[in-house]
């Protein structure tokens, strides 16, 4: 069988490393003698693995002490609700800057709890992040909401938003721990895993201590970010093994080399790719503005800035009888996306490169 080199958005690739990891520990957890998969998440063995969790995703990210660590059911979207529930109580309305497919619904799902303001013009065709200068912040704002990188449309926010002392709440569900960031300059920060840091069923949630005790009454106690704080993520029974499974994948992280590392292997990876396109006379399209790029995501199209559906599918079967998979575009874009995470090798992205730069020899004119 041809080798695979895994390309897809999320569940993305997991790193071979962890994968080994896990096949070691899978029926004897930490010298329990039993699985992780049925132990309790009241022992003293699970609650040292939250606690070394929290503690790695503190010392990747610098997070300053005044932040809780939290880890949630139900991914990137639970927290879709989960923000609004826990902030919106304390002005009635939120501004949301809507950079892409992942920020929309986030400024949909708010609209059940609160007023929702849209920072920027409303737009079918996400390819940047419009300047500060022409936001429509509201000064009265509980909070604003970016997604700093928009999985399916390839956009990645390339500087943080002063928003003038309202707390900013970011998803980072496809870009977290790919770089160093500066989490004071966050109010919240949260992301799904199962893009860059594991697998399917966590959120990490990282908040800023003064943001705490303001959810609605309505807010369901399991998206509660309080009671979860003071239940240290054990208030019902938690996605254990999803939670296992990050916390392996950050220590992979640590030992590569920490976020300077992945940020130097992203920004190599991806311009890999980029060039290609950069340098194919229009036969690759790359639609997103090059200062906002996303180094994690890459869309593009084959053979004008629509596409050329024919070349497009030649291309996916090609790219796949070499084990090249999951390049498809998402439905709501079309075309090619390579998904270029942590875990993806740079050797990979060169056997992808290789293809291209073949692939265009072959057509272009
Ligand atoms: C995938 C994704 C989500 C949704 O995550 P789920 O865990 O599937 O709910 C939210 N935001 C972004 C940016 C994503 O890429």
């Given at each position: 069988?041809?080798?695979i080199?895994?390309?897809?958005?999320?569940?993305?690739?997991?790193?071979?490393?962890?994968?080994e990891?896990?096949k070691?520990?899978?029926?004897?957890?930490?010298g329990?003698?039993?699985?992780?998969?049925?132990?309790?998440?009241?022992?003293?063995?699970?609650?040292?693995?939250n606690?070394e969790?929290?503690?790695?995703?503190?010392r990747?990210?610098?997070?300053?002490?005044n932040?809780?660590?939290?880890f949630?059911?139900?991914?990137?979207?639970?927290?879709?609700?989960?923000?609004?529930?826990?902030?919106?109580?304390?002005?009635?309305?939120?501004?949301?800057?809507?950079?892409?497919?992942?920020?929309?619904?986030a400024?949909k799902?708010?609209?059940?709890?609160?007023?929702?303001?849209?920072?920027l013009?409303?737009?079918?065709?996400?390819?940047?992040?419009?300047?500060?200068?022409?936001w429509?912040?509201?000064?009265?704002?509980?909070?604003?909401?970016?997604?700093?990188?928009e999985?399916?449309h390839?956009?990645?926010?390339?500087?943080i938003?002063?928003?003038?002392?309202?707390?900013?709440?970011?998803?980072?569900?496809?870009?977290?721990?790919?770089?160093?960031?500066?989490?004071s300059?966050?109010?919240v920060?949260y992301?799904?895993?199962?893009?860059?840091?594991?697998?399917?069923?966590?959120?990490?949630?990282?908040?800023r201590?003064?943001l705490?005790?303001?959810?609605l009454?309505?807010?369901?106690?399991?998206?509660?970010?309080t009671?979860?704080?003071k239940?240290?993520?054990?208030?019902?029974?938690?996605?254990?093994?999803?939670?296992?499974?990050?916390?392996?994948?950050?220590?992979?992280?640590?030992?590569?080399g920490?976020?300077?590392a992945?940020e130097?292997?992203?920004?190599?990876?991806?311009s890999?790719?980029?060039?290609?396109?950069?340098?194919?006379?229009?036969?690759y399209?790359?639609?997103?503005?090059?200062n906002?790029?996303?180094k994690?995501?890459?869309?593009?199209?084959?053979?004008?800035?629509?596409?050329?559906d024919?070349?497009?599918k030649?291309f996916?079967?090609?790219a796949?009888a070499?084990g090249?998979?999951?390049?498809?575009?998402h439905?709501?874009?079309g075309?090619i996306r390579a998904s270029?995470?942590?875990?993806?090798?740079?050797?990979?992205?060169?056997?992808?490169?290789?293809?291209?730069?073949?692939?265009?020899?072959?057509?272009?004119?």
């Amino acid at each position: 069988m041809v080798k695979i080199h895994n390309f897809g958005a999320g569940p993305a690739k997991l790193p071979e490393e962890v994968y080994e990891i896990i096949k070691n520990e899978l029926t004897n957890f930490d010298g329990s003698g039993i699985s992780l998969l049925e132990t309790s998440h009241r022992t003293a063995t699970y609650k040292n693995l939250n606690t070394e969790i929290q503690n790695v995703v503190r010392r990747l990210l610098n997070v300053p002490a005044n932040y809780k660590i939290i880890f949630l059911s139900g991914g990137g979207q639970g927290q879709f609700a989960g923000v609004p529930l826990n902030l919106i109580s304390r002005t009635g309305t939120a501004d949301y800057v809507v950079t892409g497919a992942w920020s929309a619904k986030a400024a949909k799902e708010a609209k059940k709890y609160g007023k929702v303001n849209l920072v920027l013009p409303p737009t079918d065709r996400y390819t940047e992040v419009p300047d500060q200068s022409k936001w429509n912040l509201d000064p009265n704002a509980s909070y604003v909401h970016i997604c700093t990188n928009e999985t399916i449309h390839g956009v990645e926010f390339d500087f943080i938003p002063d928003t003038k002392g309202v707390p900013l709440v970011a998803d980072m569900s496809s870009n977290f721990m790919s770089k160093k960031i500066d989490v004071s300059k966050f109010g919240v920060i949260y992301g799904g895993a199962q893009k860059n840091i594991g697998t399917a069923g966590v959120a990490l949630v990282i908040i800023r201590e003064d943001l705490l005790n303001h959810a609605l009454p309505i807010c369901p106690s399991i998206l509660d970010w309080t009671v979860n704080y003071k239940a240290d993520s054990i208030l019902n029974t938690p996605p254990m093994f999803a939670i296992y499974i990050m916390g392996r994948v950050l220590q992979w992280i640590e030992r590569q080399g920490g976020l300077d590392a992945m940020e130097a292997a992203a920004t190599k990876k991806s311009s890999l790719i980029y060039d290609i396109i950069d340098q194919s006379n229009g036969f690759y399209y790359a639609p997103v503005a090059k200062n906002v790029r996303s180094k994690m995501n890459i869309p593009f199209r084959i053979g004008s800035a629509t596409g050329n559906d024919e070349l497009e599918k030649e291309f996916l079967k090609g790219a796949e009888a070499l084990g090249l998979i999951q390049l498809k575009g998402h439905r709501d874009v079309g075309g090619i996306r390579a998904s270029t995470y942590n875990a993806v090798t740079l050797q990979e992205v060169q056997a992808l490169a290789v293809y291209m730069k073949d692939f265009l020899k072959k057509h272009a004119k």
